[in-house]
């Protein structure tokens, strides 16, 4: 969902402006409740109250439905890492984002 679709929804609970959904998005990250979805430019719930430490979270997004769904794969993290540390690059952040066609799509 994006920050002003969210807006919409929580208008009627007092929240008026774009930059409080913001910092309530940016707060929502940080405690590790929600992800943004860089290519889609929307946010979502954590699937795992613990990804940060079960290799971070990992997007799969329809192109066709815009279904987003939340992977996890340590060993993916650990090739990052290699491949950073190799590189001599420091990571401050990573999005990994797949598109494609869910399989309900690709048979459609």
Same mark, same amino acid.
């Given at each position: 969902?994006?920050?002003?679709?969210?807006?919409?929804?929580?208008?009627?609970?007092?929240?008026?402006?774009?930059?409080?959904?913001?910092?309530?998005?940016?707060?929502?990250?940080?405690?590790?409740?929600?992800?943004?979805?860089?290519?889609?430019?929307?946010?979502?719930?954590?699937?795992?109250?613990?990804?940060?430490?079960?290799?971070?979270a990992f997007f799969t997004?329809? %192109?066709?439905?815009?279904?987003?769904? $939340?992977?996890?794969?340590?060993? @993916? !993290?650990? +090739?990052?890492?290699?491949? *950073? %540390?190799?590189?001599?690059?420091?990571? $401050?952040?990573?999005?990994?984002? @797949? !598109?494609? +066609?869910?399989?309900?799509? *690709?048979?459609?």
């Open positions: 969902m994006g920050a002003y679709d969210l807006l919409r929804l929580l208008k009627p609970e007092g929240l008026r402006a774009p930059p409080q959904i913001y910092r309530a998005l940016e707060c929502l990250i940080r405690e590790g409740k929600a992800h943004k979805i860089e290519t889609l430019g929307a946010y979502t719930l954590c699937a795992q109250p613990c990804c940060e430490e079960n290799g971070g997004i329809c %192109r066709t439905c815009g279904r987003a769904d $939340e992977l996890h794969d340590p060993a @993916l !993290s650990r +090739l990052l890492g290699k491949l *950073s %540390r190799r590189s001599r690059f420091k990571v $401050e952040k990573a999005a990994v984002e @797949l !598109s494609g +066609l869910c399989d309900d799509c *690709s048979h459609a």
